[in-house]
């Protein structure tokens, strides 16, 4: 019921820095976590990161953990992942997810963004 819609993402060089952000529209619940899966060609749909409501409560796969930073600011609606130091490896189409909690982010999520690229070169 909750549509999300992702916006940043982008070409950088390895070592680079890139953003991208996931706004709520439409009728929201007051309390629901979001994260971020990301899928690359021919290989599975990876799960990577989650928030809570509060903001406070955080994942990172081990994948992307010391580089990746996720937050919400929850007047907005609007997840953000800000993706440092990054390598040729995170290059995949990343989606914004959205669940009633970090629990069923990972296994169900409710609600899908339309995907962000993201492509690191060499």
């Known amino acids: 019921q909750v549509q999300l819609v992702e916006s940043g993402g982008g070409l950088v060089q390895t070592g680079g820095s890139l953003r991208t952000s996931c706004a709520a529209t439409?009728?929201?619940?007051?309390?629901?976590?979001m994260g971020w899966f990301r899928q690359a060609p021919g290989k599975e749909r990876e799960f990577i990161t989650a928030?809570?409501?509060?903001?406070?409560?955080?994942y990172y796969a081990d994948s992307v953990k010391g580089r990746f930073t996720i937050s919400r600011d929850n007047a907005k609606n609007t997840v953000y992942l800000q993706m440092s130091n990054l390598k040729p490896e995170d290059t995949a189409v990343y989606y914004c997810?959205?669940?009633?909690?970090?629990?069923?982010?990972?296994?169900?999520?409710?609600?899908w963004g339309q995907g962000a690229q993201v492509t690191v070169s060499s």
């Open positions: 439409g009728r929201t619940a007051g309390s629901y976590a």
């Open positions: 997810a959205a669940a009633d909690s970090m629990y069923l982010l990972t296994t169900k999520p409710t609600s």
């Open positions: 928030i809570d409501w509060s903001g406070t409560n955080t």
